[in-house]
């Protein structure tokens, strides 16, 4: 049974030519076929020629090139460790100082005037005068007496004891005392009038009035008993 092609069932389409199917693997007349020496090799740009700028595809932006590295400070030379400092050395150890004499206790010089108990009183007038003759200050000097009162002191206290007591306190003037005043007296020198007959007594005296002498203390009267006294020792004495 033949089948009847469309052109003749349906009469009135228009007839068409059919086309020749090409296939691609088939090359056409005249044409050689390929072979596989005849393959193209990727074309790499020749040196000195500029590659080829790839198109930019609309909508992306283009690549930009990277930054060059700047080359930063070169690093200097290690620096040195500072030393630290060891532990001190142990140094020489102090000299202890050997104990040596021991010294008279330091105080007023004592000068002897030697005289009679009975004359003792007119001879601290006379020293008290050579005193005032080097230029020594009225108010320096203080006159003790061991025994009876100075005859000067019984004038000053017949005027009140606040008048007699000022006097001390202004060192205007000679001041004339008993050895056992209760007030506080020091001046630069004293003169002792030594009435005492005795070694005892005597020595104690002598250490009474030279708490009250800054300089110098002159003791008049029975010196003798005070040779070798602890109280006159590295003291000039003088005769």
Known sequence: MRIRPAFDRYPGMPVFPEEPEIHESIPGPGVPFPRESDAQAPSTPAAGSASPVSPTVRGTAAPTAAPAAVPGPRPGPPRPATPRPGPPKPGPRPRIPEPGPRQAPAGPAVQLVPAAP????????????????????????????????HPWQQHELSFGEGRYWAQLAEASDVFYAALALTR?????????????????????????????????LVVCGATAQLAGAAVVEGQPVPA
């Open 184 to 216: 506080p007296a020091r001046r630069e020198v004293v003169v002792l009038v030594l009435e005492a007959t005795e070694p005892g007594p005597a020595v104690l005296a002598v250490e009474q009035a030279r708490s009250h002498a800054v300089a110098l």
């Open 118 to 149: 009975e004359n003792a009183l007119e001879q601290a007038d006379q020293t008290v005068d050579q005193l005032l003759e080097s230029g020594r200050e009225p108010g320096d000097i203080l006159v003790l007496t061991s025994g009876r009162p």
